[in-house]
């Protein structure tokens, strides 16, 4: 199986190699999380790492913001842009869904000039404003990702998740179901610090890691690392020492 | 020379492209805005409605200047699945005029003599 490395340290290794060619995979999580980072992080491994032309799909967030952004961990967007090997396109859900489904549309063009091999939507939240009925709405995801696919294009979905901590929401579950991986980012308070951890939900067709890692926003981007040691409960967002490391290493 | 024609000779004293590009193509503020957003995020497309969200105008007052754009060869509108959608012409000449334009504003002599020609072909 061919897999599509994101580059990301430590991720990879979780991903059994990285996510499978011409696939979906949703990275959910709240505000902050670092979605947007991780997103641009896939693309721009790909065309420097791996030489892979990237395409960024946003729908709220100006590309000026990206450039910038991303130029603070040191990826020159602008000048990938101006070498061909990147577009940052602004534009929204109905005319990404219309585009997609036409013949020779403005994306379709873009990725076969480019030779687009990765992609980022920023972010599949605002889909769910074309439809209340959220089985439209899975239709509609449905019909996206599989153009994508069409495509060649290997993508990553960003997802809003509306809790900070604690207990996710039953959210519209429709499109874990027809993304290909799922990959979580959390805030986790612990010492009245906050920490962030990442877990690998699913992985449609291959093995993963099941561990739940912490992972830092450095300046270089994001950097996965170790899992937490002694803890329980990380998903609640406020973990509790585990029984047997406080039998072990406290209790003593 | 009177003193409308003193300054309308100094108001002109720029290259000769962008002169025609102020007074034929971005002879509005609404327009200068749109280029210059446009500018900044060069492969935006996207409807009438989304566009004035982004540039904080009313759609209404959005469209007309939009289609003169499109007229002037300065954008493209294009029709996707019913919804007209508008984005930066491909042309390689245009981005380089729009380029150039933008540099020189970040003159003031140079936005002060565009204003003035705005302002008058508003009149």
Partial sequence: MERVKTGVPGLDEMLHGGFLRQTANLVEGATGTGKTTFGMQFIYNGIVLYNEPGLVLTFEEFPQQYYRDAENFGWDFRRLEAQGKLKVIMTSPEVTKHDLESVGGMIETMVTEMGARRLLVDSLSHFERLATDPVELREIQYKFINALKREGLTSVLTRESPTLFGQQEESEAGVTFVADSYVLLRYVEMESAVHKALLVLKLRGSDHAKDIRQFAITPTGIEVQARFEGREGIMSGTPRMADYFARAFIDR | ?123
């Avoid at chain 2, 729009?98 to 936005?111: G, L, M, P, Q, T």
Wanted: charged share 30%; hydrophobic share 40%.
């Fill in chain 2, 1 to 123: 020379m009177n003193s409308d024609d003193f300054t309308a000779k100094l108001m002109s004293d720029m290259d000769a492209r962008l002169l025609d590009f102020v007074k034929t193509k971005v002879n509005s503020f609404i327009k200068w805005d749109l280029v210059r957003f446009f500018h900044e995020n060069p492969n935006t497309a996207d409807s009438v409605e989304n566009i004035a969200k982004y540039a904080g105008r009313n759609p209404v007052a959005v469209k007309p200047e939009l289609e003169e754009l499109v007229e002037t060869g300065v954008m493209v509108r294009q029709n996707i699945g019913g919804i007209p959608v508008y984005r930066l012409a491909d042309s390689a000449e245009m981005h380089q005029l729009i380029e150039d334009f933008i540099s020189a504003c970040e003159d003031r002599h140079f936005r002060v003599k565009a204003v003035y020609h705005i302002i008058r072909g508003m009149r």
